[in-house]
């Protein structure tokens, strides 16, 4: 089983940025960040094809968050800036090694999650 951590989650005021990490014991074909508040669904806001680069974001990140890989880290890394209040959730890591980056992405590998806090 693939072992996902992430970190970097914190407290921080509207407007400000914050990067999020997930190191991975190895790189699944397609790494992905979700997120989910409390009372609301899970949301996929970023994929990365680590095999091309390739990446996705949902309407409500983009323009805000960049979703980039480290291999020599076996990282990927979630920038986010422009935060908003409705940016508050947990923040998690998955990974899947099937080629179906796309709606259907179904990640098998999943990590424990870190919290971010927008607040104004």
């Known amino acids: 089983q693939r072992s996902l951590v992430e970190s970097g989650g914190s407290s921080v005021q509207v407007g400000g940025s914050l990067r999020l990490s997930c190191v991975a014991s190895?790189?699944?074909?397609?790494m992905a960040w979700f997120r989910q508040a409390p009372g609301k669904e899970r949301e996929r806001i970023a994929t990365?094809?680590?095999?091309?680069?390739?990446?996705y974001y949902a309407d409500s990140v983009k323009g805000r968050f960049t979703i980039s890989q480290h291999n020599a880290e076996n990282t990927v890394n979630l920038q986010m800036t422009s935060l908003e209040i409705e940016d508050t959730a947990m923040y998690y890591c998955?990974?899947?090694?099937?080629?179906?980056?796309?709606?259907?992405?179904?990640?098998?590998?999943w990590g424990q999650g870190t919290q971010v806090t927008v607040s104004s």
């Open positions: 998955a990974a899947d090694e099937r080629r179906e980056c796309g709606p259907s992405f179904q990640p098998h590998d």
């Open positions: 190895q790189f699944g074909y397609c």
């Open positions: 990365i094809v680590t095999g091309g680069g390739r990446t």
